[in-house]
């Protein structure tokens, strides 16, 4: 049974009677030193097939401990910074890189003096063992005895205290070692991170057609359109550039939260999205793109296309002649035999605004026998017309026009102008 420290270093100054040496009990002192090295260990290197001392273990197990804890806190530090609009991943990387100098700057403190804690407990080790020896084999003088006695005590005080904090020292500096490679490890995936949103960028560059912008450019192709362009624009390009222009900080942090919290409610978080498939990134681009548009739609930068109209039409008698000339361009393609305005339903979509609501005034006022109905709409001026409860008798091109050609086609060797024979058509 092991003594406890104060008995081990009581059994060095009053041993029991065995080998003694000017009154200092070697068998004493060399029980000491195996329990110390039980303990502490041996200063001197370690190798592969040499067992941890039972501090030396508690140590190890201790901080490992506390690096794990503070891994996973600086696994979600970063993730945390990411995830914020003003920080993102350059904030992330800014945070790690002075931590890592605060780490780099203790270790500098900590090496220095782990350094010099080591050298004096090697040199207080080797002493010990040559006192020991010179002691054990008689190799001291015996004037010298006295002198070696009190030396060899006083290195027994200091040297388990020098090595105790040599232990301690050289464990934290392999825990914060530890640590600044756990933010290399973060750095590493931060960079990827940032390649899968400079994907994402990229894929903004160059918009992606699908089948419903196919089917909106058709439509668009076979209807009158009129492009309203703020002043001094003359294309769309222009004109975004120039919307930019009014896009402030607080307009650029809006839109960033807004997003952010799109990415929390759909996708988790921006690094789930980074560090999973490349599929992910492609369906926050669509998301992005549509928040953006609802944003930008929703009137918070830029004029409305109501605004443009009234900015390009100042006057009165001006604005009414474009909203009549709109009317008209929105006629049905298939006419009335006889106009009547009874059959017509005309929807005039104007988005919602003090400019709007002037708009759709002016629209009831240039057209005030019109079946007229005012919806909102969300950035565009819409005129649509309707015809309802119409025969084919009615259509233009069905009536005695349509008739007199029919009968000359039908007279004509050899010509039928049905697609179907199997079917007797009347005149």
């Known amino acids: 049974m092991k003594k406890p420290p104060e008995e081990i270093f009581a059994t060095i100054v009053s041993p029991p009677a065995s080998r003694k040496n000017a009154g200092l009990d070697l068998d004493g002192v060399d029980q000491t030193l195996r329990q110390l090295q039980d303990i502490l260990g041996r200063p001197e290197e370690a190798t592969v097939a040499s067992k941890p001392a039972t501090l030396e273990e508690a140590l190890s197990a201790s901080s490992e401990v506390i690096v794990n804890e503070w891994g996973q806190r600086i696994t979600e530090l970063v993730i945390q910074l990411i995830e914020q609009p003003g920080y993102r991943l350059a904030g992330a990387e800014e945070a790690i890189r002075q931590i890592v100098a605060a780490i780099e700057t203790i270790l500098q403190s900590y090496e220095t003096l782990s350094n010099e804690l080591e050298k004096r407990t090697l040199d207080a080790f080797s002493r010990i063992h040559g006192i020991l020896d010179g002691l054990d084999k008689n190799l001291i003088a015996r004037n010298r005895l006295a002198a070696a006695n009190a030396e060899l005590t006083d290195l027994l005080g200091t040297y388990p205290k020098w090595r105790y904090q040599h232990l301690i020292l050289r464990q934290v500096t392999k825990s914060y070692i530890s640590l600044r490679g756990n933010f290399s490890d973060e750095l590493r995936e931060i960079n990827f991170c ?4 400079g994907e994402l960028l990229k894929s903004f560059e160059k918009p992606r057609k699908t089948g419903s912008d196919k089917n909106e450019a058709n439509a668009i192709l076979a209807s009158p359109e009129r492009k309203l362009f703020a002043s001094g624009c003359q294309d769309v390009n222009q004109a975004v550039q120039q919307l930019l222009l009014t896009f402030s900080g607080a307009h650029l942090d809006e839109l960033e939260n807004r997003i952010q919290s799109m990415i929390k409610r759909q996708f988790t978080a921006l690094v789930h999205v980074c560090m999973s498939s490349a599929n992910l990134v492609k369906n926050l681009e669509l998301a992005m793109q549509e928040e953006a548009e609802i944003f930008i739609s929703a009137g918070t930068v830029g004029a409305s296309v109501a605004d443009l109209f009234f900015e390009q039409n100042p006057k009165e008698e ?13 006629a049905p393609a298939m006419a009335l ?15 919602p605004g003090e400019a709007g609501d002037r708009f759709g005034e002016l629209v009831r006022r240039a057209l005030p026998e019109i079946n007229l109905v005012i919806a909102p709409s969300t950035d565009d001026i819409v005129f649509y017309r309707q015809l309802s409860d119409v025969s084919l008798g009615d259509l233009e091109h069905l009536g005695p026009t349509g008739q007199e050609a029919y009968r000359q086609l039908s007279s004509v060797d050899y010509l039928t102008p049905h697609a179907r024979m199997d079917f007797t058509f009347g005149n």
Do not use: H
């Open 194 to 197: 940032r390649n899968r949103l």
């Open 318 to 330: 001006q604005a009414i002649g474009e909203i009549l000339s709109a009317y008209d361009e929105a």
């Open 337 to 351: 035999q006889d106009a009547d305005s009874t059959k017509e339903l005309c929807v005039v979509a104007v988005p």
